[in-house]
């Protein structure tokens, strides 16, 4: 269960990791904008390439990147059959009996497919150059708007980063049970159904009781130290745009007019 | 039917930013029928190492034979069943594993996935039950009823009923009071000496070590550092020093006395016998 590398932090020490987390959720937006906009090869080529740049520069290895869109393959090759069949537009491209493909199918695939591509690249990107302290932080901020029109933004914040700190503790938990009762013969792979069951339960009674007996613990040790829900607070970690921020927003909000520019020439 | 380890290297998550190498080149080989401590530092590899004993993590090189099977690095082991059903296993916190409705049930569970029937799992359930001392009017309570020592006892039971050969236990006494963690030690003594089951116990208390357990295995950053009766290993006082293990109560007063210039033989490893030694002494 240790392989789960979507949105795994990768503590490492490159540019991006020292980024504002603002700056950076920023900049993935416009980014992930920017692969939705219909700007053509040319456009994703661009952006491929940029991205590319921006993983070498984080300092990542290439089959963390490629490891964290295995979870995707399966929905990439039903998109691809569906639109095979679906599609029925272009140039006919080949015939089997009922069978039929059309270029402009082949064309809306590997378009599908690219996005998906370049949107797992991006969030990645994101994901495994940033704490997830820092990410709630960054999204704190970026809510603050809000607070205005009644949104709880602290209390969220709050509620993601207690969900992010209990994820690898779950985890190891999880773990853990599932080799106690692996211990005591049961078997998760292999049986009927019901021993499947009677698996599965041995697995989910022993986490819920955990989960609420470590929420009741950590509410309150919260409330040991002081925390009132709704109250004011200070912070001890401050977010500080430098240079680099402001270079990391205009650049990805640069490549963003270039495929809108792209995919408006497109259009004429 | 040994149970023994050949260079066997264990590493956690190998070929990822995150690998960790717990256990380095270990070579060991378990008497059976004695009561073996696994002691080291907070993340020595003592979990790491036991858990190899049920094929819970299978060795990253080197190869690892309990009973009549052998897992090799490298290779699939398919018998995972028929070994766990000999080699129980009792986890760290084992009271969090309890699922079933009632206790009694939850002792039969380990039995009944063996392919035990319910009528048979019902009956070793009891005897096992009665072994840890959990009182019968206990017995159709929901776990989560229990006071923590006894969860731990019912736990414990549910390994006992499957009848392992050997027996391993992850810090088996952590959390509990004192006079609790004595009774769980007796307890185990007991099936080790009587009904002649392996027991590998790790732990953090040298006191249960000196006064439960035959030998000792050491263990230092996933390295083994020695292996030796207990005697042995409580002769050695700069040793224990040295590798920051804190001897227990009546091995420090030894040395003192030592230091004082009264020889104790090292025989002595309780205190009715020291104070017999002393008196002995004093009289003549």
Known sequence: MKNVTLGQYIPLDSFFHKLDPRAKICAMIAILIAVFIPAGFVGYGILAAVLIACILRAKLQFSFVIKAMKPMVMMMIF??????????????????GPVTIYDDALKQTAYIIIRLALMIMTTTLLTA??????????????LKPFEKLGVPTHDIAMMIALALRF?????????RILKAQASRGVDFENGSLKEKISAIMSLIVP????????????????????????????????LKFGRGDYIVIIGANLLLALMIFLAYRGTI | MPIRFEKVDFEYSPETPFAFKALTDINLELAMDKMTAIIGATGSGKTTLVQHLNALLLPTAGQVTVLDWQIKAGQKFTKVKDLRHRVGLVFQFAEYQLFEETVLKDVCFGPQNFGVSEEEAVKIARESLKIVGIAESDFEKSPLELSGGQKRRVAIAGILAMKPQILVLDEPTAGLDPQGAENMMELFRKINKENGITVLIVTHNMEHVLQYCDEVVVLEKGQLLMQTDIKTFFENYEYMEKANINPPAIIRFKELLRKNGLEISSDVLDIDSLAKEIAGRYRK
Do not use: H, W
Request: glycine share 6%.
């Open chain 1, 79 to 96: 998109l691809t059959i569906i639109n095979v069949f679906v599609i029925k537009t272009g140039n006919l491209l080949y015939t089997l």
């Open chain 1, 207 to 238: 986490m819920f009781v955990s989960c609420f007996q470590r929420a009741d613990d950590l509410a309150d040790a919260m409330e040991a130290r002081g925390y009132v829900v709704g109250a004011k607070r200070v912070r001890y970690k401050q």
């Open chain 1, 129 to 142: 150059t940033t704490k997830p302290m820092d990410m709630t932080l960054g999204i704190e901020d970026l």
């Open chain 1, 167 to 175: 994820i690898p503790t779950l985890i190891d938990e999880a773990e």
